[in-house]
C-alpha cells in the first residue's frame, strides 16, 4: 500500500531496484570486514590488521540468552513481521508529510541489520560519514531501508538475519559482533555469556558512544536493567511472573563484570605481542605486499590469512646480536641486521632486525620503520668491491687467483677530482701484488679503484643491480630519498653515479639497503641466481583460497660458473688475515663462508655481507641521529675528529657471526662450491 508513495520519491526507479538487488545480495553472502592475520614460518601468529575487531560466528555460537536480550529490546515481534513495521513506517509518514521531515522508530532488526551494513560495511571508505546517510532521518532513507528488508526477508532465514545482525553490529571499544565483544568485555565467548553480560551488550548495541561501560558505567547499569526488565517481560526467564521477576532482581543486582583491562586484540605491526622484535619485518611485509598487489582494504578488511617467511629463532638471535654490539638506547647509533634464505626458486626473508626496538617512543629510542629492509643514506664501504671484483671476472680481466697491482697510493686519472687526478691511497699497508681473493679477503683501495678503471664503472654498477641493489641504484636518488613518479628528484643514485662518472663506487660511499646486500650474498651462493627477496610464503583470503601475487620472477643474474668462482674469492675474508678474521674467531665459528667488510671514508657507517650455503645476512652500524659523526668502537660511540675510528670488522662482523652461529645451530657444515678454471 506504501509503494506507490514510495515511487513518488523516486525509489521505484529501475536504478533503484537494482541498488536494493544488489544490497540485498550482499547481505545475503554476509561478507563483512574481518581481521587480518599474520603468521611466522610455524604458523604463530605476530600480527592483526583490522578496521572492525570482529569475530564472526554461526547461529549455534551464540547464546540463546543473548540472542533473547537483543530481540527484548530492539525488535520483540522479530518472528512475526516480515522485515517491516508497516504501522510504525505509517505513522512516521504521516508525520513528516513530506520527504524530508523526521522520522521516529519503528526499525526492526531486519532493518537495523540493513542500516549497518550500509554504514560498516558499504561504508567502509568513511564510517562516519556513512552512518550519518545510513542513520538520516527521512521518509525516503526509510522506504530504501525497507525495501531492503523485505527483499532480504526472502532470501535469508529469520535465524541467519539475526546471527548477522549479531555479528555485525557496533559495541564499542573496537568492537564489531557479539563474538569480539565477548572477549573484550567479559573475557568470554558468546556461547557462554549470562543474562547480565548479554543483557549489557544488547544495551550498549547501536549506541556504544553515549553507553560506554568504561566511560558512562551509570547509563550503562541503567540500560542493561531496562533490558533486564524487557527480556522479563518477553518471558525470556519463563511464563511464572513471581519466579520471572526473582530472577531478574536477581540479575539487575550483578554487578557488569567488565574486566579491568579490556581484551581488545593488539592492531598493527606495533601491537603484537614481539612487535618490538619482529615490527621490522611486519613493516616490511606490509609494503610488500601492496607492492604485490594486494589492497590496504584487503588487508585491513579482508581477513585474510598472511604466512611469512619470518623464522623466529633466526629473528631472536639477530636482535640479540646486534644489540650485544649496540645498546638499543644508544645514542646516535644503530645496528641493524637481514637475514635471507638462498635458494634458485625464492629467497625466503628470515629476519629483519635492528638493535633498536620497532615502535612509536622515540624517547626510548624506537623507531617506526623497515630499517633494515629500507635504502639508509649510509654507504656499505668496502663491500661494494665485490661488485667490481664481479664485473672484472665476467670481463675475463682477472680471475680470483690471477694478481693485480696494489700501489700504496693511485693517481687516477679516469675519475679527476676537479681539474686533478684523484688521489687514491690504502687505509694499511699492502704487498704491491696481490691475487684477486687476497685482495678481497684484505680490501686494499688503489687494487679495486684500478680494476674498476680497467673493467668501466658503467660495468661495475650494472653489476651491482644484477646481483641485487635493485632498490638502492634505481628506487631512490643519491642522498637515498624515493624517486617521485615524475622522477622530479632524480636521477637515481645508479644513473648519478654514471652520469657524474664517481669512481668512488667501488669504494661504497652511497646510500644502501641491508636487506638487498643480504640478498646480494644469497645470489652469490645461490649459483648466481637472484630472487627478490621475499617475505611471504603464502597468502590466503577469508576461504582459504590463496590469492596470487604479483611478484618479481627470479633470474639468472650472472652464469654459476662466475657466481661459484666469486663465492671462492670471497671465502678467505673470515679465516687467516682476512679483515673479518678476529671477528670470527671470537664467535668460535668454523664454517666455510664468503664475507666482505666495508667502512666508510668518514667511519660513520661500517657493513659486512656474508654467507653460507644455508643462510646469507648483512648488517650495517650506522649513525642514525640528526648530527652523524665519527663511530668509535670498545664501547660503540661517537668520537669527533678520532683517527681510530671504527671498521667493518670490528662490530657489524661480530654481530654477523654470533647471530649466525646460534641461526646455523644443528645444520650440517655445507662446504661452498668449487671455482670454474674459467674464472680462476
Given amino acids: 500500500m506504501v509503494f506507490p508513495f514510495v515511487g513518488g520519491l523516486g525509489l521505484a526507479s529501475n536504478r533503484a531496484a537494482d541498488t536494493v538487488d544488489q544490497t540485498s545480495g550482499d547481505l545475503a553472502k554476509g561478507e563483512l570486514p574481518l581481521v587480518t592475520t599474520i603468521t611466522d614460518m610455524n604458523g604463530d601468529?605476530?600480527?592483526?590488521?583490522?578496521?572492525?575487531?570482529?569475530?564472526?560466528?554461526?547461529?549455534?555460537?551464540?547464546?540463546?540468552?543473548?540472542?533473547?536480550?537483543?530481540?527484548?529490546?530492539?525488535?520483540?515481534?522479530?518472528?512475526?513481521?516480515?522485515?517491516?513495521?508497516?504501522?510504525?513506517?505509517?505513522?512516521?509518514?504521516?508525520?513528516?508529510?513530506?520527504?524530508?521531515?523526521?522520522?521516529?522508530?519503528?526499525s526492526t532488526l531486519t532493518q537495523q541489520y540493513v542500516k549497518n551494513y550500509m554504514a560498516f560495511v558499504l561504508g567502509a571508505d568513511n564510517e562516519q560519514e556513512a552512518w550519518e546517510k545510513a542513520t538520516e532521518a527521512t521518509i525516503g532513507r526509510k522506504m530504501r531501508e525497507a525495501r531492503v528488508a523485505l527483499q532480504l526477508e526472502q532470501q535469508m532465514t529469520k535465524e541467519e538475519i539475526l546471527t548477522g545482525y549479531l555479528n555485525i553490529v557496533p559495541l564499542g571499544n573496537q568492537t564489531y559482533g557479539v563474538g569480539a565483544a565477548a572477549k573484550a568485555y567479559f573475557n568470554t565467548t558468546a556461547d557462554k555469556l549470562?543474562?547480565?553480560?548479554?543483557?549489557?551488550?544488547?544495551a550498549i548495541a547501536n549506541r556504544p558512544s553515549s553507553l560506554n561501560p568504561g566511560a558512562s558505567p551509570e547509563k550503562a547499569l541503567e540500560r542493561r536493567n531496562i533490558v533486564i526488565d524487557k527480556m522479563r517481560e518477553n518471558n525470556a526467564f519463563g511464563t511464572d511472573q513471581v519466579e520471572a521477576q526473582k530472577k531478574a532482581e536477581e540479575y539487575k543486582a550483578a554487578p557488569m563484570g567488565v574486566v579491568e583491562n579490556l581484551q581488545i586484540l593488539p592492531k598493527g605491526c606495533v601491537g603484537a605481542g614481539d612487535g618490538p622484535i619482529y615490527g621490522f619485518f611486519c613493516s616490511y611485509l606490509l609494503?610488500?605486499?601492496?607492492?604485490?598487489?594486494?589492497?590496504?582494504?584487503?588487508?585491513?578488511r579482508g581477513g585474510l590469512t598472511i604466512k611469512t617467511t619470518m623464522d623466529p629463532k633466526a629473528?631472536?638471535?639477530?636482535?640479540?646480536?646486534?644489540?650485544?654490539?649496540?645498546?638499543?638506547?644508544?645514542?646516535?647509533?644503530?645496528?641493524?641486521?637481514s637475514v635471507v634464505e638462498p635458494g634458485k626458486d625464492k629467497h625466503r626473508v628470515?629476519?629483519?632486525?635492528?638493535?633498536?626496538?620497532?615502535?612509536?617512543?622515540?624517547?626510548?629510542?624506537?623507531v617506526a620503520r623497515p630499517v633494515p629492509a629500507e635504502v639508509l643514506p649510509f654507504g656499505p664501504g668496502s663491500v661494494n668491491k665485490v661488485f667490481t671484483a664481479a664485473a672484472a671476472m665476467e670481463k675475463g680481466i682477472i680471475g680470483i687467483d690471477k694478481e693485480m697491482a696494489v700501489p700504496a697510493t693511485h693517481?687516477?686519472?679516469?675519475?679527476?677530482n676537479g681539474g686533478a687526478p684523484w688521489k687514491v691511497e690504502n687505509a694499511g699497508k699492502y704487498n704491491d701484488k696481490m691475487s684477486l681473493t687476497q685482495a678481497l679477503a684484505q680490501s686494499p683501495n688503489t687494487g679495486f679503484v684500478i680494476l674498476q678503471e680497467k673493467t668501466g664503472l658503467d660495468s661495475v654498477v650494472d653489476m651491482a643491480y644484477r646481483l641485487g641493489m635493485r632498490e638502492t641504484l634505481q628506487g631512490v636518488n643519491r642522498a637515498g630519498e624515493p624517486?617521485?613518479?615524475?622522477?622530479?628528484?632524480?636521477?637515481?643514485?645508479?644513473?648519478?653515479?654514471?652520469?657524474?662518472?664517481?669512481?668512488?663506487?667501488?669504494?661504497?660511499?652511497?646510500?644502501?639497503?641491508?636487506?638487498?646486500?643480504?640478498?646480494?650474498?644469497?645470489?652469490?651462493?645461490?649459483?648466481?641466481?637472484?630472487?627478490?627477496?621475499?617475505?611471504?610464503?603464502?597468502?590466503?583470503?577469508r576461504y582459504g583460497k590463496e590469492i596470487p601475487l604479483k611478484e618479481k620472477p627470479c633470474e639468472q643474474a650472472v652464469n654459476t660458473d662466475l657466481a661459484n668462482s666469486l663465492a671462492q674469492g670471497m671465502s678467505h675474508d673470515t679465516s687467516g688475515s682476512g679483515t673479518a678474521a678476529d671477528a670470527a674467531r671470537g664467535s668460535g665459528w668454523n664454517r666455510p663462508a664468503i664475507g666482505k667488510t666495508g667502512t666508510t671514508e668518514e667511519h660513520k657507517s661500517v657493513a659486512f655481507m656474508a654467507a653460507t650455503p644455508q643462510y646469507a645476512g648483512a648488517v650495517m652500524t650506522y649513525a642514525d641521529g640528526n648530527q652523524p659523526q665519527v663511530i668509535c668502537a670498545n664501547p660503540i660511540r661517537f668520537c669527533p675528529g678520532s683517527k681510530q675510528g671504527v671498521f667493518g670488522g670490528q662490530v657489524a662482523a661480530p654481530t654477523w657471526f654470533n647471530a649466525m652461529k646460534a641461526i646455523h645451530e644443528g645444520l650440517p657444515v655445507a662446504p661452498l662450491p668449487p671455482a670454474a678454471p674459467k674464472y680462476k
Avoid at 194 to 202: D, G
Avoid at 411 to 416: A, E, G, H, M, V
Wanted: hydrophobic letters at 35%; glycine letters at 8%; a neutral charge.
Fill in 315 to 337: 629473528t631472536k638471535a639477530a636482535k640479540q646480536s646486534a644489540e650485544q654490539q649496540v645498546p638499543k638506547t644508544q645514542n646516535g647509533i644503530s645496528n641493524v641486521m
Fill in 411 to 416: 693517481y687516477s686519472r679516469i675519475y679527476p
Fill in 194 to 202: 549470562t543474562v547480565p553480560q548479554a543483557a549489557l551488550l544488547a
Fill in 45 to 106: 601468529v605476530i600480527a592483526y590488521l583490522y578496521d572492525q575487531y570482529r569475530v564472526p560466528l554461526e547461529s549455534n555460537q551464540i547464546s540463546d540468552t543473548m540472542k533473547a536480550a537483543i530481540l527484548a529490546i530492539e525488535d520483540k515481534r522479530f518472528y512475526d513481521h516480515r522485515g517491516v513495521d508497516w504501522q510504525g513506517i505509517a505513522r512516521a509518514a504521516a508525520k513528516a508529510g513530506v520527504d524530508g521531515g523526521a522520522t521516529q522508530g519503528a
Fill in 483 to 541: 624517486l617521485k613518479d615524475d622522477k622530479s628528484n632524480g636521477p637515481s643514485q645508479g644513473d648519478w653515479t654514471k652520469q657524474n662518472n664517481a669512481g668512488s663506487y667501488t669504494l661504497g660511499p652511497g646510500a644502501t639497503s641491508v636487506l638487498e646486500l643480504a640478498n646480494v650474498a644469497a645470489t652469490i651462493v645461490s649459483g648466481g641466481t637472484w630472487c627478490p627477496p621475499t617475505p611471504v610464503e603464502k597468502v590466503l583470503d
Fill in 350 to 366: 628470515r629476519a629483519l632486525v635492528a638493535s633498536r626496538d620497532y615502535g612509536n617512543n622515540a624517547q626510548l629510542g624506537q
Fill in 287 to 300: 609494503d610488500y605486499l601492496r607492492e604485490s598487489g594486494v589492497t590496504n582494504k584487503q588487508l585491513q
